[in-house]
């Protein structure tokens, strides 16, 4: 069966970066505070530090695979103008290491 993810179902890590991910761009003052301190924003979130850093650090690629929405993805990297090739490039590399 062909999927998104790694996982046939969604897993809790998947729902917590799917959530901030929303939440960052959904509501008013979240984008804000996010971007001014993106630990303490996500201190209270039940994520391993890897997951929060891949977050933190725009890791595409690494999100994607944890299980995120690859829409929420996009409206992430267009909130934040990281440029469509930046995105594109980090997709295209796990894809290419699924491969192998």
């Not at 970066?17 to 761009?25: A, E, G, S």
């Not at 209270?44 to 929405?69: C, E, F, H, Q, T």
Request: aromatic share 8%; glycine share 4%.
């Amino acid at each position: 069966m062909a999927s998104n993810w790694r996982q046939l179902m969604p897993t809790t890590d998947a729902y917590w970066m799917n959530r901030i991910l929303f939440d960052i761009h959904h509501r008013d003052d979240d984008l804000h505070r996010y971007k001014r301190d993106p630990d303490a924003y996500m201190a209270d979130v039940p994520l391993a530090p890897s997951l929060k850093s891949a977050i933190r650090d725009n890791d595409i690629g690494a999100m994607y695979l944890a299980g995120v929405n690859p829409y929420l993805l996009r409206a992430h990297c267009l909130g934040l103008r990281i440029p469509e090739s930046v995105f594109l490039q980090s997709l295209r590399s796990v894809g290419r290491e699924g491969e192998h």
